[in-house]
Nanobody
């Protein structure tokens, strides 16, 4: 059984920082692309940042220059450093990973349970 577990959300004041972590565990053969998504109340889930296994990254325009995604392939983990946070960054943040388990011959998408980030004074 493969699962993603997130941590690091919370309440922060505008201009503050948070670091989200997500680790995959279980019978994993290989982890390919990983990413962070967010969903604010009444809005669709959107991509925040993505990173390939080789380290290539992409960001939503709204977070460029403020957020940094990174990963540790040895730990099957992905991180999101969020700086200069704004109230509009408030959302539930989800990590996603394309994972090939030992029991399958292909990559499946897996999602974390979500972690709340609230930016408010």
């Amino acid at each position: 059984q493969v699962q993603l577990v997130e941590s690091g959300g919370g309440l922060v004041q505008p201009g503050g920082s948070l670091r989200l972590s997500c680790a995959a565990s279980g019978s994993i053969f290989r982890v390919n692309d990983m990413g962070w998504y967010r969903q604010a109340p009444g809005k669709q889930r959107e991509l925040v940042a993505g990173i390939t296994r080789g380290g290539s990254t992409k960001y939503a325009d709204s977070v460029k220059g403020r957020f940094t995604i990174s990963r540790d392939n040895a730990k099957n983990a992905v991180y999101l450093q969020m700086n200069s946070l704004k109230p509009e960054d408030t959302a539930v943040y989800y990590c996603k990973a394309d994972i090939k388990a030992y029991s399958t011959g292909w990559y499946d998408p897996f999602w974390g349970q979500g972690t709340q980030v609230t930016v408010s004074s």
